[in-house]
């Protein structure tokens, strides 16, 4: 039996959550609950010290607190400004990478151009993606500096090619191959008219039409380079071809589709969905991911798992929702466990680091639809 009777009566009506933090943070009852002689019952079966607790009740018609102490508070620490466990790229090299993606998309450059500003460009991102840890992940929110789609675009799927292409195992030269297709991938929608490029809505059955030419274009474009390897050129050709055979613009499937463009099309859709466009706000990693579990059978299935430790799922300072129903901060990451950060409950004050706790999981990013599935109270 213990001490909960003398702070909680029946009838009393709970006026904040009440948690308690032995052995992990848990919610007791939530505000709003009127107490009962039941529930009381069921309280007192558990070894919980309640004057450890904040109780706020209104007790017939007035306000009663505990006046908890509170001894398991930890000093409320401040989250990491940088993710060390992230692939550091240099503010010049995000800066520059979006002036070379400009330069390539500009009206009127020369084929010589195209070819050296991206095999530069890749060269860049390959060495910085080669020189970073074997655990180290990409925070694509880290790496956006314009919210200019086309080009921030070509760079993100460019360092996302690179590092799957690393986690692969693939050579320095097939990463660099992976970079420059990635960077080049979306050429041909200079060739798209803008009106249809930047249509907020849906396109129509024409609009579409030309728009699933861009592939094609990109590779005439591309073509013409004698230097450049033919799969950096299928890359950007064959990069909405779909495993299930239901892309554009040729329906290939399965090894028919070359492995650079099987690397962009997850690249690709990845960045697509976490970008914030003028119509719509940019997804989280996490939700972007569920999306595309879902699309699995357009994706190499190796690849795409090999991917999901190519990324940063819950950046930090982003809020997760945990399977103690509880909400907390990210405040750091650990090397080797992506899904496992250390995470801190701003009410609580409790800070769990996820890769030794396994008592505790996330659950998700702390958003309406996961609370409202799971009917968590904000
Ligand atoms: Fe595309």
């Known amino acids: 039996m213990n001490n ?4 909680l009566k029946a009838g009393d009506i709970v006026q904040a ?28 079966n558990f070894d919980y010290d309640f004057e450890r607790m904040n109780i706020v009740v209104n007790r017939n018609g007035s306000i009663v607190a505990n006046k908890a102490k509170e001894p398991v508070k930890e000093t409320p620490p401040e989250p990491e400004k940088k993710d060390p466990t992230a692939v550091s ?3 010049k090299l995000k ?13 009127g450059a020369s084929t010589k151009e195209i070819s050296s500003t991206s095999a530069e460009l890749s060269q860049d991102i390959s060495n910085t993606v080669l020189s970073a840890g074997v655990n180290a ?9 314009t919210d200019e789609y086309t080009y921030q675009h070509s760079v993100d799927v460019g360092v996302l090619a690179a590092q799957l292409a690393k986690r692969l195992g693939w050579n320095r030269e097939r990463i660099s191959m992976a970079a420059q297709s990635g960077i080049l991938h979306d050429i041909g929608k200079k060739h798209v008219p803008l009106e249809i490029l930047n249509k907020p809505g849906r396109l129509t059955d024409d609009e579409f039409a030309i728009m699933k030419l861009h592939p094609v274009y990109a ?36 090894n028919q589709i070359s492995e650079i463009a099987q ?16 119509y719509k706000d940019g997804m989280s990693s996490a939700r972007a991911v569920g999306i595309m ?15 999901l430790n190519c990324i940063t799922l819950y950046p930090i300072v982003s809020h997760v929702i945990c399977t103690d129903g509880l909400s907390y901060r990210v405040d750091r990451h650990t090397p080797g466990y992506p899904s496992r950060p250390v995470i801190f409950n701003e009410f609580t004050g409790r800070r769990i680091d996820l890769s030794e706790n396994r008592e505790i999981s996330i659950f998700g990013e702390d958003c309406e639809e996961i609370r409202e599935k799971f009917n968590l109270r904000k």
């Open 4 to 7: 909960v009777r003398q702070y």
């Open 17 to 44: 959550d009440i948690i308690t933090h032995n052995p992990h943070a848990t919610l007791l009852l939530r505000k709003g609950t009127t107490v009962t002689d039941h529930l009381l019952d069921s309280l007192e």
């Open 89 to 91: 790229f240099s503010e």
């Open 95 to 107: 800066n520059d990478a979006v002036l070379a993606a400009k330069q390539l998309f500009a009206e």
């Open 137 to 145: 992940n990409i925070c694509i929110q880290d790496l956006r500096v």
């Open 219 to 254: 590779y005439k474009e591309l073509s013409g380079i004698r230097e450049m390897a033919n799969e950096i050129k299928l890359g950007a050709f064959e990069h909405h071809e779909k495993i299930n055979g239901k892309g554009y613009p040729r329906g290939l499937s399965g």
């Open 263 to 278: 690397i962009l099309a997850i690249a690709d859709v990845y960045d697509a969905l976490t970008s914030k466009r003028a």
């Open 293 to 307: 579990s879902e699309m699995m059978d357009g994706f190499n299935t190796k690849f795409f798992t090999v991917f």
